[in-house]
């Protein structure tokens, strides 16, 4: 493909203006050429903020042939249908995270992408910032990693979420989707080098404004016997987003701050090789404009986008299995 990718963007809440903000990165490569939401005054002031045109609903867009992708930026339980049919009506799809509700939703999407031979990618922005990519590629550096721990622990309550977020159907289960899909993804991203063979997680509920757990604890134990643990919860004022990687050599360890600030799900990086400060600041370009590009370029070069619907389904698979275990009390093992 040598003309620019033209793409939709669905659901215009908090998250969509950074991906907006991403397109608009890249002007040689795509463009933004549409923007649809069922509330037609949201639309219609996005449309002529941006100069594009509008509608107000996804049927209209999908029959609209000049749409090459769209960006899926709805609740979590409208994800696997709107992806369905937009893959039917030959649209690519990045779908924002969590990719779905369930492991069997995931399936019918990476299905449908696959017989209609389009690209589904999940928005698993966390990989795209430079310093995480930087973390990655440092792992060489500090022998096989044996332990790691993932935090991210933040503050929502009713007058700062989005309405949905109050519904455990809608949301998939609070937490454990909302947060644990960053941190899972990033866990297995960093450990590619070993398969994940069991789950154990406690959970609790502490505002009620929220059906669904709200502080989370997770570990996930490795073939090789390693583990990472993943700490989250949206109860924390002072939020604090970090990751420490321990190897037989030495540790890779990473915070951010401000990713509620500004464009949401951008941050600024502070990154530590074995103890040394090797990155600070922000990410430029910005992750989510990074993570558009994997994006775009995946579609003009005929290529599976990184993370790929189908890689996904194994964070999914996890998140079922950290649900069941917390509801069991037990360790679940993956492959029961």
Known sequence: MTDKVRIAVLGL????????DAIKHWPDLCELYAVVDVQEHLAKSFSEEFGVRYYTSVDEAFADPNIDAVVVCLPHHLHKDITVKACNAGKHVLVEKVMANSVAEGEAMVQAAEANGVNLMVAQSRRFFTATREAWNQRKNIGKITNMLYTFVCYFDANIAPVWWRKKEY??????????????????????????????????????????????????????????????????????????????????????????????????????????????????????ALQMKEFVDSIREKRQPSPSGREILLQLKIIEAAQRSAEEKRVVMLDE
């Not at 809440?13 to 907006?20: A, E, N, P």
């Not at 583990?227 to 915070?255: C, Q, V, W």
């Open 13 to 20: 809440g908090r998250i969509s203006r950074t991906h907006i």
């Open 171 to 288: 949301t998939g289960g609070l937490v454990y989707p909302m947060l644990g899909s960053h941190s899972i993804d990033f866990t297995l991203w960093m450990l590619d080098d070993r398969r994940p063979v069991s789950v154990y997680a406690q959970g609790s509920s502490s505002n009620p404004d929220f059906e669904g757990d709200d502080d989370v604890t997770l570990i996930i134990g490795f073939d090789d016997g390693t583990h990472a643990t993943n700490y989250l919860s949206i109860n924390n004022r002072y939020p604090r987003h970090e990751a420490l990687m321990i190897g037989k050599d030495g540790t890779i360890y990473f915070s951010q701050t401000g990713d509620h600030i500004g464009l949401i799900g951008t941050a600024d990086t502070d990154l530590y090789i074995n103890g040394k400060l090797v990155m600070s600041g922000e990410s430029k370009p910005h992750n989510f």
